[in-house]
């Protein structure tokens, strides 16, 4: 069978020092998710504690970024890859093991070379202190650029995009843990990039929204999560209309999950974005690709064809 696959290197080493901490309570982890235990034994620098379900995301990233950065780079001339929630760049996995995460796979890359300007956004300055001493040692740091911004204000991240190659299509990476980006940012990325912006978001319906969405549409304790849910969806009164009311008293947990997703769907395709694609990530989320042209979905097809160990993957809608 012909796969299309491009071998990822993120430069997994042991890391003997970790106590491959899988339970949630056992973990030395501070209020970044940095484990304060150990660093990384390649450059000594701090590490984010993650699960190896990471590496799925990385995988098709990358994938994607590469036929991206080789099919448009000529066509378009200035790209830039752009990452809001980018991490410290490396990462222990919880199995005695720590690897390169996708900020720092992204710039190691290739074709990194390719783009203009990259930027990346995280709101811990330890994060990216940590995230720029790493761009350095690359010799990268001319052209990736780390930088302190907080997604509940586009302000910053709006501020970046206006500095750094501001007329190149962009690939946005959004990734956060929960659904807590607000819609509003989501759209002034996008509008600021005057609509050239590609989308790739880890929507975090299967750990976040499902298994909450019945008590944050009838329960009043759940208040702050409706409210969290209404402002990534950028609209107040979902969870007032009949058809989401009438599923959460029924227990209906998936069609609640699908209701979601279709809404979010229906937003950016009012925005523009209407070349869609949801990507399960085990049951845990979507890596949702989004883009205002044909030829960008025909690309992430492309890249995702076949999972990380090589399966073709099967069509599953939205
Ligand atoms: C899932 S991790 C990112 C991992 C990274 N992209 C990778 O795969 O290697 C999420 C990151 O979002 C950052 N973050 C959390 N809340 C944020 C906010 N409001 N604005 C910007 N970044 C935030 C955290 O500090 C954390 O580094």
């Known amino acids: 069978m012909k796969r299309f696959n491009i071998e990822i290197d993120t430069n997994i080493v042991k890391n003997p020092n970790c106590d491959r901490c899988v339970r949630s309570e056992l973990r030395h982890t501070d209020k970044d998710d940095l484990c304060k235990k150990i660093k990384s034994v390649v450059d000594k620098l701090p590490v984010r504690c993650v699960g190896d379900w990471a590496n799925d995301k990385i995988y098709y990233l990358l994938q994607y970024f590469q036929i991206f950065t080789k099919g448009m ?3 378009w001339g200035k790209l830039r890859y752009v990452e809001v929630c980018s991490g410290p760049g490396r990462c222990s996995t919880r199995d005695g093991n720590e690897q390169d995460g996708t900020a720092l796979a992204i710039v190691k890359n290739d074709l990194f070379d390719l783009l203009s300007d990259a930027i990346f956004i995280d709101y811990s300055p330890r994060v990216v202190e940590t995230l720029s001493k790493r761009f350095e040692a690359v010799g990268k740091s001319a052209r990736a650029h780390a930088l302190v ?31 807590s980006v607000p819609f509003d940012t989501i759209r002034d990325i996008f509008n600021v990039t005057q609509g050239k912006c590609d989308l790739l978001i880890s929507f975090f319906d299967g750990l976040d929204f499902h298994r909450n969405s019945v008590n944050a549409t009838l329960n009043p304790s759940y208040t ?25 008293l029924a227990n209906k947990y998936s069609d609640l999950s699908q209701m979601f997703r279709q809404h979010y769907a229906d937003k950016l395709n009012a925005l523009g974005l209407s070349y869609q694609d949801w990507k399960p990530i085990k049951n845990f989320y979507h890596l949702l690709y989004a883009s205002s042209n044909s030829r960008g979905l025909d690309f992430w097809k492309k890249a995702t064809k076949y999972d990380p160990i090589g399966q073709a993957e099967l069509n599953l809608e939205l």
């Open 73 to 75: 780079a000529k066509k």
């Open 149 to 179: 911004g907080d997604y509940n204000d586009s302000s910053s991240i709006i501020k970046a995009l206006k500095e750094y190659s501001p007329n190149a299509l962009t690939l946005c990476f959004i990734d956060p843990t929960d659904c």
């Open 224 to 248: 702050r999560l409706q409210k969290k849910y209404a402002r990534f969806l950028g609209t107040p009164d979902f969870f007032t209309r009949k058809e989401i009311v009438e599923a959460a």
